[in-house]
């Protein structure tokens, strides 16, 4: 393989398309479990949908490609999956419930989670600043909870519960990355999701209307063509220069949500938003400052910030 240039102007540009791909994503699963297309489909379907029609796509493409594979490591693979379906799951649990842009900005949380667990599982040393980072997105994160009686969200805890997935899944690609290729990963994933996908849908499954069938295979393309988007991406520029513009995915998810469903984020959410933000955005501006060589070229779940490298920092 020859190398790519760097065209860091492109990639921004590709992370921004993908970006508005993640965020259709969770407009239609919105769709799909309110009713809007027909009887609302329950959220296992709806991830099925999404790695059944995934797995379609990347399949033709791997029959027009024709991309070389190596031996695949199915146990970690399998607990990458458990983790992204989870995280999948819950996100289009909560974009039912809540608004767009409250659960994509819950759900920025996951490199915190991430940030977290590489401290035991990888023997990652994290110091004062990244500390810092990870407490300022926490305290967004409450802040969108609505803490109090009156206010509370018991459905952000579904958008909580997915940053925790998706968050325990980067560290698992992390261990992938370097192993396999991005396609073949992407591959496998979509093929392992689809299986467990299936099996949880079973006990819920309903048929959907010409709608809805419609709109599970907008899911499923979206996702893929966010995922190869952003592999151009970082074959062209560092994940730390990136990743920032993933945030973009809550503007765009707050005008899909007011473009159909006429919802207009409160100054709770924008505030919540522009904190966890700060947040996650500090993290990657460290990962910038402490940055040793380029990120793998191994995609992570759009809608989340790649994991912190490891790093002996003590300041």
Not at 106 to 111: A, E, G
Not at 121 to 131: A, F, M, Q, S, W
Not at 198 to 224: E, I, K
Request: charged share 10%.
């Amino acid at each position: 393989m020859r190398p790519i240039a760097p065209a860091p102007l492109l990639a921004a540009g590709l992370t921004v398309l993908a970006s508005a791909f993640v965020a259709g994503t969770t407009l239609l699963a919105k769709m799909l479990g309110t009713g809007t297309l027909g009887p609302a489909l329950n959220p296992l379907q709806v991830s099925q949908g999404r790695f059944v029609f995934a797995f379609a796509a990347l399949l033709i493409g791997a029959a027009v490609l024709r991309p070389r594979f190596t031996a695949p490591a199915w146990p970690m693979h399998a607990l990458r999956v458990f983790f992204g379906w989870g995280g999948v799951s819950f996100m289009f649990a909560a974009a039912a419930f809540i608004p767009l842009s409250d659960a994509t900005a819950i759900s920025f949380l996951n490199p915190v989670v991430a940030m977290l667990l590489a401290i035991p599982l990888l023997g990652e040393t994290v110091g004062r600043v990244r500390i810092a980072a990870a407490l300022i997105a926490v305290a967004g994160a409450l802040i969108l909870l609505r803490p109090t009686p009156e206010a509370f969200q018991p459905a952000a805890l579904l958008a909580l519960g997915a940053a925790l997935f998706l968050g325990s899944e980067l560290i698992v690609l992390k261990r992938l990355s370097g192993r396999e290729g991005p396609f073949q990963i992407l591959l496998v994933n979509n093929l392992i999701g689809m299986g467990i996908s299936s099996a949880a849908a079973a006990l819920v499954w309903q048929m959907p209307t010409p709608a809805q069938w419609a709109a599970l295979a907008g899911v499923g393309g979206l996702m893929v063509s966010a995922q190869i988007c952003f592999i151009h991406a970082i074959a062209r520029a560092d994940a730390s220069f990136v990743s920032p513009f993933w945030y973009v995915t809550l503007v765009f998810a707050s005008l899909y949500d007011f473009a159909v469903f006429r919802v207009v984020p409160d100054g709770i959410s924008v505030l919540g938003a522009v904190v966890i933000v700060a947040g996650a955005g500090l993290l990657a501006w460290r990962q910038a400052r402490l940055g040793r060589g380029r990120e793998s070229a191994a995609a992570p779940l759009p809608g989340a910030v790649p994991p912190q490298r490891d790093s002996r920092e003590s300041r």
